[in-house]
């Protein structure tokens, strides 16, 4: 079973920066995808950014030129430098990867517990 712990989190004024590591450990599996995704109170959980294996990125429209997504694929870890960020920033952040896993000889989703941003204006 895949895991992921994510660090990082916490309160920051507008403006400010945050940066969040995940690690993902747990048997023999190989990662491709990690990334982050968030959810905000009475929202559904949304996109934030994803890096493949050969550190092709994807950010979503709301963070771009903000957020820099980087990973490293021999430590299996994924982080999120956070610069200028604004209140609709806050929510709690998941760590995801898309691993897959010898032990079942499938791959899977996985999820972290997710780590709470607050961006106060």
């Known amino acids: 079973q895949v895991q992921l712990v994510e660090s990082g989190g916490g309160l920051v004024q507008a403006g400010g920066s945050l940066r969040l590591s995940c690690a993902a450990s747990?048997?023999?599996?190989?990662?491709?995808?990690m990334g982050w995704y968030r959810q905000a109170p009475g929202k559904q959980r949304e996109f934030v950014a994803t890096i493949t294996t050969s550190e092709i990125k994807n950010y979503a429209d709301s963070v771009k030129g903000r957020f820099t997504i980087s990973r490293d694929n021999a430590k299996n870890t994924v982080d999120l430098q956070m610069n200028g960020l604004k209140p609709e920033d806050t929510g709690v952040y998941y760590c995801?990867?898309?691993?897959?896993?010898?032990?079942?000889?499938?791959?899977?989703?996985?999820w972290g517990q997710g780590t709470q941003v607050t961006v106060s204006s």
């Open positions: 995801y990867a898309r691993a897959f896993s010898f032990a079942r000889a499938a791959s899977g989703d996985y």
């Open positions: 747990g048997g023999a599996f190989r990662v491709n995808y």
